[in-house]
Nanobody, 126 residues
Framework: QVKLVESGGGLVQRGGSLRLSCTAS????????IGWFRQAPGKEREGVSC????????YYADSVKGRFTISRDNTKNTVYLQMNSLKPEDTAVYYC???????????????????WGQGTQVTVSS
């Protein structure tokens, strides 16, 4: 059974940092692209950052470039999203997702990802 579990969300002040974790089970996560997405109230879900199976391809949305870093620890089947210099506009529910069973790389958009976690809330106060 494919499962993705996010953790690490919370409430933080502007300029603060959080590290989100996405732990995968039920498949060999290192063999598939994994991404982080977010959805704010009243807005569509958007791609924040995605990483290819071997880490050779990484995408960041323009709004988070230079502030967020995605990384993989394949020994733990876990993908992280380090978020620094957080802004109130980063407030959203953050989801991780995998392209499994689809191989290869595609755009970092929700339609390209097949299995999703339950999400974790990130709130940045001003």
């Amino acid at each position: 059974q494919v499962k993705l579990v996010e953790s690490g969300g919370g409430l933080v002040q502007r300029g603060g940092s959080l590290r989100l974790s996405c732990t995968a089970s039920g498949f060999t996560s290192e063999s598939y692209a994994i991404g982080w997405f977010r959805q704010a109230p009243g807005k569509e879900r958007e791609g924040v950052s995605c990483v290819s199976s071997r880490g050779g391809v990484v995408y960041y949305a323009d709004s988070v470039k230079g502030r967020f870093t995605i990384s993989r620890d394949n020994t733990k089947n876990t993908v992280y999203l380090q978020m620094n210099s957080l802004k109130p506009e980063d407030t959203a529910v953050y989801y991780c997702a995998t392209r499994y069973p689809a191989a290869g790389w595609d755009t970092c958009t929700p339609r390209s990802y097949n299995y999703w976690g339950q999400g974790t809330q990130v709130t940045v106060s001003s």
